[in-house]
């Protein structure tokens, strides 16, 4: 992939999350069945990890499967599943020589047993890789993440482990799916929809939100630079006045 220089000459997110969504209608509009748009869309999440990669960017979160799409089809949950463990079978040696590290975040007791099983021994391969970390949001829900972090933290305090008067977004944060992912600088949301659906609802109350009407079979290096280029155009302003900000940014205060 060719990287201009512009790019990089500006922060690049270090981490970003992608709603990766649009399969079903991109195949629709092509008179095939969904499950060959799933099967585009495979594709596509193995460029997109490539060009992430290639940019420097250092956190990827990919939603693949959320606890509401458990209610789709039977057949097409199953051929989702199929998908994964492929991508899972055939990415793997490409994954390691490139130094990824893989993770997911989500309640995996859904999962079918030999998913499972394979996304926790991709997870045990890679552990020692230090470029990108790519995570897999799967049978993932942003409220549920929420209540079990409140259950777990609920169990440290009748414990004695923690005090509730202490209790602060540090602490609550501590006990999401994984602490150790920072929260994202953009996040993506392809399929031209205009909604979060249940993704990551605590991490991202300051992202930069990006939306765009390319389905995820078609999106690309490319359609990632363009996002990533919006993305710079952009202030964060977490809050504060534009002088404010752009004062930091000169060393003032
Ligand atoms: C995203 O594409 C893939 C998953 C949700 C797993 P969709 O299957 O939601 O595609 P549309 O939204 O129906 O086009
Ligand atoms: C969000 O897409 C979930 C994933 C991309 C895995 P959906 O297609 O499930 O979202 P809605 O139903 O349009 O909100
Ligand atoms: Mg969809």
Request: glycine share 8%; aromatic share 8%.
């Amino acid at each position: 992939m060719m990287i201009e220089s512009s790019l990089i000459n500006e922060p690049i997110p270090r981490h970003i999350a992608i709603i990766m969504d649009g399969n079903g209608r991109w195949a629709q509009a092509r008179g095939i069945s969904r499950n060959e748009g799933h099967k585009k869309g495979l594709d596509a999440l193995r460029s997109v990890v490539r060009s992430a990669n290639d940019l420097g960017v250092r956190w990827l979160t990919l939603y693949a499967f959320s606890l509401e799409n458990w209610s789709r089809p039977k057949l097409e949950v199953a051929s989702l599943m199929g998908l994964l463990e492929r991508y899972l079978e055939l990415e793997i040696e490409e994954v390691m020589e490139k130094g990824i590290q893989l993770r997911s975040i989500g309640r995996p007791d859904r999962l079918p047993s030999r998913i499972r099983k394979k996304v926790d021994d991709a997870i045990e391969r890679t552990r020692n890789n230090s470029n990108m970390t790519l995570v897999f949001a799967l049978s993932y829900g942003g409220r549920s993440e929420i209540v079990d972090a409140t259950r777990k933290l609920l169990r440290d305090a009748e414990l004695g482990k923690i005090d509730p008067e202490r209790i602060d977004e540090k602490t609550f944060a501590a006990y999401l799916y994984d602490p150790e992912v920072p929260d994202p600088d953009l996040l993506i949301r392809t399929g031209a929809e205009l909604r979060v659906s249940n993704f990551l609802l605590w991490q991202i109350a300051y992202t930069e939100i990006y939306s765009t009407g390319v389905m995820w079979p078609d999106f690309g290096g490319s359609e990632l630079m363009d996002a990533v280029r919006d993305y710079q155009s952009r202030e964060r302003r977490f809050g504060l006045t534009g002088e404010q900000v752009r004062g930091t940014r000169n060393g003032g205060g």
